[in-house]
């Protein structure tokens, strides 16, 4: 019913800066909540930023001050500004994303962020 595709990961020195974008397309659910979590081996996926329908966000205290979550809801796509990278961001970055009127959560396939000199 809803499908999140991500892109915009990569390769990035410390101190650089990435993109991430994730396209969204629901049937018949008008989305509301979406974020970004991330996760690296052995450890649990952990909540990077959200954002509600009404553009409130909420970010995780490593990543804030350097990291803006914004959305279009127009072209349906959510966005992840990161800047100032650190290795220690490293991780595979999900998309998800909730509707309207149901508990039900939808997640994209993942995209690599590596930050390494």
């Known amino acids: 019913q809803v499908q999140l595709v991500e892109s915009g990961g990569g390769l990035v020195q410390p101190g650089g800066s990435l993109r991430l974008s994730c396209a969204a397309s629901s049937s018949i659910f008008t989305i509301s909540r979406m974020g970004w979590y991330r996760q690296v081996p052995e450890k649990q996926r952990e909540l990077v930023a959200v954002?509600?329908?009404?553009?409130?966000?909420n970010y995780a205290d490593s990543v804030k001050g350097r990291f803006t979550i914004s959305r279009d809801n127009a072209k349906k796509t959510l966005y992840l500004q990161m800047d100032s990278l650190k290795p220690e961001d490293t991780a595979v970055y999900y998309c998800y994303a909730r509707v309207f009127f149901r508990r039900d959560e939808y997640w994209g396939q993942g995209t690599q962020v590596t930050v390494s000199s």
């Open positions: 954002i509600a329908d009404g553009g409130s966000t």
